[in-house]
């Protein structure tokens, strides 16, 4: 399918009465003012100590004022663009807008020919390709996973370059720390031809803060928050609450404190710089009591992903959820998990769907299949949203009128109008579809999957890209690889 910027028409799921949205929020306040949360790095309690919070405590807990936390979110804007290296795939983020994303962040990859194995540089480069290929997927997701034969401490320019360069849309940053931070806005810069100043206009940075449930946010983490909020690019604060493990076992409890961990860090990014844009991220789900192991794609995280979204509207905050699934290949389970979240998300009104293709085996692993499965779900998504034409022409009251009860319209003018496209076409194209699947073996489903993301590495173009930039991006990478070097040596 071609590019589109999909919007949601209709009016959003909601599972939480109007009157237990403000509770939750103000269960979330009362809990930053009387437990408080722990920022782990000194420069975040000074700056949120001198704007009025209490850091006095020895714990390094930080207790909020209720009323300065809700005038600071109340600086962050609704809604907001997101730029890409090319404009035509610039994302809007708020309101009814509905953005998929790529997998991002596992250890592993995995394909049917190879098996789970750790990446490396080329394979990730490959699936960065198929990511450009697929219109459906508005967004890279941060690294599809580890390029593990390449240095950690500089891994992540390599990441850069490779996102800057084989894709032409937005890329989520590697926000892991200040350095990585600045190099993502840096090389982001130079590729969009801007000066760090002009960078500040118009956010094309999106990294994922992932707070350390419950209620502490480490330091590589809050230095990723200082440098984005300074340069006016986006924070998606996303807890990782597990009901009954990081969080209280109750959905009304784990929703409090998630709203809770997100409110302290969304200060501290407004407290740095009134007015940077800010998300609220939700990865709510349960765990298997009897194991501790994650639940995914359960009734429990649709659910707490609709309930998040109705208080990040309360809050006037962007939204984002994920795609999920603990299946460990590409199967019915992963992919009937990964239905139950990516609906929730889109009923729920989703701003970002983060993982949206791609991911699997609980987040461990990224899947070129399971990709390419997730890309079909989200294009018939995307089409079930656009609304039904209703005028003259399609009510078709005359073709309606022509055929007796009991008849058919296969022969009426409305219907022989619409035949090539409509019905011929795809009917010879299933026909022949299932004769080359009984003549191929009779495949599965993981089995054209594997057959699709290969033609369409096979076929990939690499986006233009002006020379001169390509090159400022290879030397920047290039010396930051020395620079860090000679510091880790």
Request: glycine letters at 6%; proline letters at 5%; hydrophobic letters at 40%.
């Amino acid at each position: 399918m071609p590019w589109q910027q999909v919007r949601n028409p209709w009016a959003p799921v909601e599972v939480l009465a109007e009157e237990d949205v403000e509770r939750i929020i103000d269960a979330a306040l009362t809990i930053l003012e009387t437990q408080g949360f722990r920022f782990l790095e000194e420069q975040s309690r000074a700056l949120l100590g001198q704007a009025g919070s209490d850091i006095s405590g020895e714990d390094r807990m930080v207790r909020f004022d209720r009323g300065l936390v809700t005038e600071k979110i109340a600086e962050a804007p609704a809604e907001f663009s997101l730029r890409a290296r090319n404009p035509a795939h610039d994302l809007m983020l708020g309101g009814n807008h509905i953005n998929f994303s790529s997998v991002g962040g596992p250890a592993f990859v995995s394909d049917l020919d190879k098996g789970r194995r750790p990446g490396n540089h080329e394979e990730m480069c490959d699936y960065l390709r198929v990511i450009q290929s697929l219109n459906i997927i508005h967004q890279e997701g941060g690294g599809c996973f580890e390029p593990m034969d390449l240095p950690p401490e500089s891994r992540h320019l390599d990441l850069y370059l490779a996102q800057l360069t084989l894709l032409d849309k937005n890329a989520q940053a590697y926000a892991l720390g200040r350095y990585r931070t600045v190099d993502c806005l840096e090389m982001t810069s130079i590729a969009l031809g801007v000066s760090r100043e002009e960078l500040e206009k118009e956010p094309a940075v999106l990294a994922i803060i992932n707070t350390n449930s419950p209620m502490q946010l480490d330091i590589p983490m809050t230095e990723a928050v200082l440098e984005l909020a300074a340069a006016k690019q986006v924070c998606c604060i996303t807890p990782f609450t597990l009901a009954g493990s990081m969080s209280p076992a109750t959905l009304a409890g784990t929703l409090a404190q998630q709203t809770a961990e997100i409110l302290a860090v969304g200060t501290l990014a407004q407290i740095v710089r009134p007015g940077a844009p800010i998300m609220y991220g939700a990865f709510a789900s349960n765990v298997d009591m009897q194991s501790g192991s994650p639940a995914l794609g359960t009734p429990e995280y649709t659910k707490m992903a609709i309930a998040s979204a109705q208080i990040s509207r309360r809050l006037n905050i962007p939204f984002r959820s994920s795609n999920t699934t603990t299946s460990n290949c590409v199967d019915a389970q992963s992919a009937y998990e990964s239905e139950m979240s990516l609906w929730g998300a889109v009923m729920g009104h989703t701003n970002l769907v983060n993982h949206a293709g791609g991911w699997l085996e609980g987040g461990l692993t990224a899947s070129f299949e399971k990709l390419i499965v997730d890309a079909e779900m989200l294009q018939m998504m995307a089409e079930t949203l656009k609304p039904i034409v209703v005028n003259d022409d399609e009510l078709a009251l005359s073709a309606i009128a022509e055929v007796p009860p009991g008849g058919h319209h296969f022969g009426t003018a409305h219907t022989l109008e619409r035949y090539e496209t409509a019905f011929y076409t795809p009917l010879v194209s299933n026909r022949q579809n299932f004769e080359a699947w009984q003549e191929s073996g009779s495949v599965d489903t993981a089995q054209r999957a594997n057959a699709i993301w290969k033609q369409l590495l096979a076929e990939y173009e690499k986006p233009d890209i002006d020379p001169a930039i390509e090159e400022a991006l290879t030397s920047y990478a290039d010396k930051r690889k020395e620079a860090i070097a000679k510091h880790t040596h």
